[in-house]
């Protein structure tokens, strides 16, 4: 445990999800067991690999973006950020001019974002010689000349924190992590760690990201993680189901108000849940023991035992060979608990989104604790009989009011795992 005696809670929630943008729209869709993954229509994907995704349908960034003009320079996980951090300050009832602007800030998780290619076609086009191969000298002289000015600003990883902070004017602690499917989970631990360590009150996490682009989906194929299902667009995502073979790219944002606990009371804040554990590792080449090791140093922050919790959010990417290791890292971690602690996937509803994966999945999870109701994960129909054994919820229970444990590990080995507790004044 850290011993410091700042307590920081969650008080405001924002989700622009495949599930429908807006806490109330997202609870439905968990409520109702619906799949927000279909047939991609955001670009003609009869050229890539997979012609579905858990796509964000109803969001519009005019609504959020005061400044029509910064939309030029903001690419799609940008305008999602945006989005969802409005959300989840007006969610939060937070007055920001009310805030010390230099105790306010911001942590975001994001990935290196896919360009355009409108937007690349013209630059590389000058950039090709005599014979018919890119020329890095002729990029340099005539291709960037084609570029649009401000094309870096658009797509650098920090800009959902950058926007975000100058939104509201948030003067304190600002940071960006881009370290994969992890992103999420790890900014949100650092936000922690900075209230923690009483540099702020304040701060606004998350992630955001998209899988929805040419760009991005050909990176996933080359890297063979892309199922083969597209018949059945909500079937296809089937965390350690025996029919996983493979993840469906997915795209959205949650962000989540971080507040330390007698700043939220001074103003009668609506708390969500406490944030007591976080831990994280990095293991490339030993992903089972990047897992085991970030959340057995969680637990160890939080004070308490693997067999107290009561669910686990996993990565479960519906990756064969990724579902399998981490269900044994799991089942180490929970010991003789494996076959009473619920584990809910929340992928099988969205898809990878990558970079915000970790506090789309958790906002889930804190929704049904709202509600009284903890999801069950879609499409688990016969467990992978090479996997170890997990209580995969097939059906949705009632809410077990203890702590949860979240973790989010990437394709590179970084994991980040946060443990929230039931809020007890």
């Not at 003789?336 to 992928?347: G, T």
Request: charged share 25%; proline share 6%.
């Amino acid at each position: 445990m850290s011993g410091s005696d700042r307590r920081i809670v969650i008080t405001g929630l924002g989700a622009v999800t495949p599930l429908g943008t807006g806490n109330d729209t997202v609870w439905q869709a968990l409520a109702a067991g619906k799949s927000g993954i279909m047939p991609i229509e955001s670009f003609l994907s009869d050229e890539t690999t997979t012609r579905i995704a858990g796509e964000v349908r109803d969001f519009d960034p005019k609504k959020f973006v005061k400044q029509r003009k910064s939309l030029k320079v903001m690419a799609r996980d940008i305008q999602l950020a945006v989005g969802a951090a409005h959300l989840a300050v007006t969610d939060s009832t937070i007055d920001p001019e009310k805030v010390d602007p230099l105790r306010f800030g911001v942590c975001f998780g994001a990935s290196m974002i896919a360009s355009d290619l409108d937007e690349l076609g013209m630059p590389v086009s000058e950039s090709i010689n005599g014979s018919r191969r890119f020329d890095l000298k002729k990029w340099g002289v005539e291709g960037m000349e084609q570029l649009f000015p401000l094309w870096m600003l658009k797509y650098l990883p920090n800009m959902p924190a950058c926007h975000v902070s100058i939104f509201y004017d948030a003067q304190g602690p600002n940071n960006s992590i881009t370290a994969g499917e992890a992103s999420s989970t790890l900014a949100m631990g650092e936000a922690f760690r900075v209230i923690e360590r009483d540099s702020a009150d304040v701060m606004i996490t998350g992630g955001t990201d998209s899988k929805i682009n040419p760009l991005a989906i050909v990176r996933l194929a080359l890297l063979d993680r892309l199922t083969h299902r597209g018949d059945d667009p909500a079937k296809a995502s089937r965390p350690f189901d025996a029919g996983h073979d493979g993840l469906v790219p997915g795209e959205g944002s949650a962000s989540l108000v971080f507040e330390e606990l007698e700043h939220a009371k001074a103003r009668g804040a609506t708390i969500y849940g406490e944030v007591t554990g976080f831990g994280v590792s990095c293991l490339p080449k030993k992903h089972g023991t990047a897992i085991t090791s970030a959340v057995k140093r969680a637990l160890a922050d939080a004070g308490i035992e693997a067999s107290d919790l009561g669910h686990v959010i996993p990565t479960g990417t519906s990756c064969r060979d990724e579902d399998r290791l981490e269900s044994f890292a799991l089942a180490e971690i929970l010991g003789d608990s494996a076959k009473d602690v619920p584990v809910v996937a929340y992928k099988s509803y969205t898809g990878q989104i990558g970079a915000g994966s970790g506090s789309v999945e958790l906002l889930a999870s804190l929704l049904g604790h709202k509600h009284g109701v903890l999801p069950a994960t879609l499409n688990y129909e016969r467990p992978d009989p090479e996997a170890a054994e997990l209580k995969v919820l097939r059906e949705p229970v009632d809410f077990p009011n203890k702590p949860l444990l979240t973790y989010d590990l990437s394709h590179s080995g970084q994991c980040g795992a946060l443990v929230i507790n039931p809020f007890q004044g």
